[in-house]
């Protein structure tokens, strides 16, 4: 099983950005979401999304970013608006199956002011 994250870049603040996590050697699992971890900070949960749906968000970036995922294409994602330099991080793809976790490599998103 791979995840494998990308779509990040360099974006002004204010704008938006799309990143994408594509699963091979698996159908999409039932529990998926998006970290961050900027410099010097710990890891941090953005998003995490269910296979029907479900979604919760860290407060930070609520009404913001939407994640979402399709089914056929076998990928996760995280659409961000409104982007803020605090959002400058490496975004990773998860997921989790009874018990095991799943991690893409990151993508890294940087926001300049």
């Known amino acids: 099983v791979q995840l494998q994250a990308s779509g990040g870049g360099l974006v002004q603040a204010g704008g938006s950005l799309r990143v994408s996590c594509a699963v091979s050697g698996s159908s999409l699992f039932n529990a998926m979401g998006w970290y961050r971890q900027a410099p010097g900070k710990q890891r941090e949960l953005v998003a995490a999304?269910?296979?029907?749906?479900?979604?919760n968000y860290a407060d930070s970036v609520k009404g913001r970013f939407t994640a979402s995922r399709d089914n056929a294409k076998n990928t996760m994602y995280l659409q961000m608006n409104s982007l803020r330099p605090e959002d400058t991080a490496v975004y990773y793809c998860a997921a989790e199956d009874y018990g095991l976790e799943y991690w893409g490599q990151g993508t890294l998103v940087t926001v300049s002011s």
């Open positions: 999304i269910t296979s029907g749906g479900m979604t």
